[in-house]
């Protein structure tokens, strides 16, 4: 039997065929980038059929969303952020904020980018109507982890560095801490004054590493500097969403020594900051993490303030303020402000 | 590296030889750690002193920052190897910079056998 489709009339046919086709790919392809090009998302033609997708779940943020000074009127907003765990899509309503602070922002991130990573939903937001508020936000470097449809900030005074433990190498970096101290540092001299946030940064990486999860090196952390030029002072947080100080497991057995005798979170906290609470090591030359932090505030007053949120526990070192929060919050927030003036160090030994 | 024959110093600085930007306390945890420090360059330098019979001069300025859990376990590493007083009679230590990480380590190395 011959073969038909060998004949010259079948093949012409056949390579009409392909053209027509091979032309419509390109048509299509070419119809997609240019949507793409010009933002235009919607135009490019959709996979998913959205015509049934749920509408998105409100957070509603309070008009003073800072950690920092108001950290009753907001944990609650950080703490239903952080506790929700459904597969749908999340707005973040920032509409009513009024006031935003450095550390909220740095937070709002890790917790945002922590939604999205752990349901795969989508997360959308709006602005501050107060234009003070957005211009902080805009200003704090935001923008580059979420996506605006605004056009990008006239200036940028804060900087927002992330490590991922789970899928990188598992370690702290020197390098990232870096990164945020030559932001803030105006110039290489400068970078001495900061040296007590270096140093702060690198000893908060470590406890993440080491204290912030079940298995050692497993928890993303945040740290952020924003450059607070009103009051003068360049603005550090780090922020991990650990288990915080009160549920790491080490420190959880020695702590429940310390509730038998009778002692609540807050007054634990006291003995934590002050170095009384010795290592799970064993081992007396360990354990001074925190105890050294505070010591760079209140002993040699190279910072202006430290505040430490953990589990329930809320602290504002400089001030004496140690209190039990309505409602806890998961991990640890580290935030603390090194003046731009330089300082008289006071050594170890002067009160 | 600077070799004085005259006051039996040999100097050294963090710095310019190990890094500016020192890490946390161990290997394990992140780049240029204390441990990382005192296995590659402290313990040979300190036994170049020791054997020559010079005291250890290092400078900690011109770097980001010390961690103090970096400063523990070098400092105080190589007192738990060679013994808080022998390491306290060979280090001079210089920071200008930070006048604090001076005593910092002194404390580190006075503690590190408690």
């Not at chain 1, 073969?3 to 392809?29: C, D, F, T």
């Not at chain 1, 929700?84 to 890790?110: C, E, G, H, M, Q």
């Not at chain 1, 929060?325 to 009160?351: A, F, I, N, T």
Request: glycine residues 8%; positive net charge; hydrophobic residues 35%.
């Amino acid at each position: 039997m011959k073969k038909q489709w060998a004949e010259a009339l079948w093949k012409a046919r056949n390579r009409k065929s392909a053209l027509s086709s091979l032309k419509q790919r390109v048509r299509r392809k070419n119809r997609i980038r240019e949507a793409r090009a010009l933002g235009q998302a919607a135009a490019a033609p959709r996979l998913v059929d959205d015509s049934h997708h749920r509408p998105p779940i409100q957070f509603a943020a309070p008009e003073l969303l800072s950690l920092t000074d108001h950290p009753d009127e907001c944990v609650h907003f950080f703490s239903e952020l952080y506790g929700f765990s459904k597969r749908r899509d999340v707005f973040v309503n920032l509409s009513r904020v009024k006031r935003i602070t450095p550390d909220a922002i740095a937070l709002l991130v890790s917790l945002v980018m922590g939604i999205g990573r752990r349901h795969k939903v989508r997360i959308s937001g709006n602005y501050p109507a107060a234009q003070g508020a957005t211009e902080m936000i805009r200003a704090s470097g935001f923008d580059e982890y979420l996506k605006s449809s605004g056009p990008p900030p006239a200036t940028t005074r804060g900087a927002i560095v992330k490590r991922d433990f789970v899928t990188d190498s598992r370690r702290a970096e020197p390098g990232r801490a870096k990164e945020l101290i030559d932001f803030a540092a105006k110039n290489d001299h400068d970078i001495a004054r900061l040296r007590p946030a270096y140093e702060n940064l690198l000893e908060c990486m470590s406890n993440t590493h080491q204290h912030a999860s079940k298995l050692e090196g497993t928890e993303y952390w945040w740290a952020s500097v924003f450059q607070d030029r009103s009051r003068c002072c360049d603005c550090f947080t780090f922020v991990d969403m650990g288990v915080g100080i009160f549920e790491s497991i080490e420190l959880n057995l020695r702590l429940k020594i310390h509730r038998l005798s009778g002692l609540g979170r807050v007054e634990i906290m006291r003995k934590l900051l002050a170095g009384e609470i010795p290592s799970s090591t064993g081992l007396a030359y360990r354990g001074k993490g925190l105890p050294s932090i505070v010591e760079s505030l209140r002993g040699r007053r190279l910072l202006a303030r430290l505040v430490i949120v953990t589990n329930d526990v809320y602290v504002d070192v400089g001030a004496n303020r140690f209190e039990h929060m309505p409602c806890p919050l998961k991990g640890l927030l580290l935030y603390w402000e090194v003046p731009h003036g330089h300082k008289r160090e006071v050594q170890d030994d002067q009160p | 590296m600077d070799t004085s024959e005259k006051s039996r110093t040999i100097s050294h600085s963090i710095p310019a030889e190990f890094s500016r930007t020192p890490g946390p306390r161990f290997q394990k945890e992140g780049k240029h750690s204390g441990e990382e420090f005192r296995e590659t360059l402290l313990g040979k330098w300190f036994e170049e002193a020791r054997d020559a019979g010079a005291k250890l001069f290092i400078d900690f300025d011109g770097g980001y920052g010390y961690a103090p859990s970096f400063l523990e376990e070098a400092f105080g590493g190589l007192a738990r190897k060679y013994g808080s007083e022998p390491v306290l009679a060979i280090l001079q230590l210089k920071s200008d910079e930070a006048p604090y990480l001076a005593e910092r380590v002194r404390k580190s190395v006075a503690q590190a056998n408690a």
